[in-house]
């Protein structure tokens, strides 16, 4: 069974802390691990997707890398807007045309001003 | 602008009174699928549709249906709800499987069954 660990549940920095969150995963063949944004009343908003071991990406204050069992998104010198839910979803190559996405609970960050 | 729709965002009933959640996306997305969201479980997905016609169970199918008809609709019925069905419910599209495109989420229904 696909799995999907956050760690830490919640966060706070100090505007400009600069952290990591980490998700820990296991998977019947990586087809893709995502990261998402979302804030309070709203749909979780795609971030980002990696495909292999060893691929970066980054957007604004955000980077996310990948291992074979884990990703983690570094966030550097946040401010208050990056505050937000991030979670963290495996897609798995086995699922036959079901493009489900089996997400982890979710970081909490709060960015204090 | 690119969108996935949910209605109605809130709703309060009672057990065993029918209702339908909609969804319609408007970016042509062969691909929906229904997750809800409980404190503690993540998202989960209750049913998928990898195209008009074609349905199939999540991981969580029961006491729920689902029709696609057409392409951009996609709602979720709740036959006979019941208080372990309260939750946050989001739907989702993507374009098609296979890919590689992520997927969108609506802004959510909050479902409260009493």
């Known amino acids: 069974e696909d799995q999907v660990t956050q760690s830490p549940e919640a966060l706070r920095l100090q505007e400009g802390e600069s952290s990591s969150l980490n998700c820990s995963y296991t998977?019947?063949?990586?087809?893709?691990l995502f990261w998402y944004r979302q804030d309070p009343g709203k749909g979780p908003e795609f971030l980002f997707t990696?495909?292999?071991a060893g691929e970066e990406k980054e957007k604004e204050r955000l980077k996310a890398t990948l291992t074979k069992k884990e990703s983690f998104l570094h966030i550097t010198a946040p401010k208050p807007e990056d505050s937000a839910t991030y979670l963290c979803?495996?897609?798995?190559?086995?699922?036959?045309?079901?493009?489900?996405?089996?997400f982890g609970t979710g970081t909490r960050l709060t960015i204090i001003p | 602008e690119a969108q996935v729709t949910q209605n109605p965002r809130y709703l309060i009933t009672v057990t065993g009174k029918k209702l339908t959640v909609t969804c319609s996306q408007n970016?042509?997305?062969?691909?929906m699928s229904w997750y809800r969201q409980d404190p503690g479980l993540g998202l989960r997905q209750i049913y998928y549709?990898?195209?008009?016609?074609?349905?199939d169970k999540g991981d969580v199918p029961e006491g729920y249906k689902v029709s696609r008809k057409e392409k951009r609709n996609f709602p979720l019925i709740l036959e006979s709800p019941s208080p372990n069905q309260t939750s946050l419910y989001f739907c989702?599209?993507?374009?098609?499987?296979?890919?590689?495109?992520?997927?969108?989420f609506g802004d959510g229904t909050r479902l409260s069954i009493l």
């Open positions: 990696l495909y292999s």
């Open positions: 989702a599209s993507s374009l098609r499987r296979n890919s590689n495109q992520p997927q969108h």
């Open positions: 979803a495996v897609q798995a190559k086995a699922n036959f045309g079901n493009e489900k996405l089996t």
């Open positions: 970016m042509n997305h062969e691909y």
């Open positions: 549709s990898m195209n008009v016609e074609v349905t």
């Open positions: 998977v019947s063949g990586l087809r893709g």
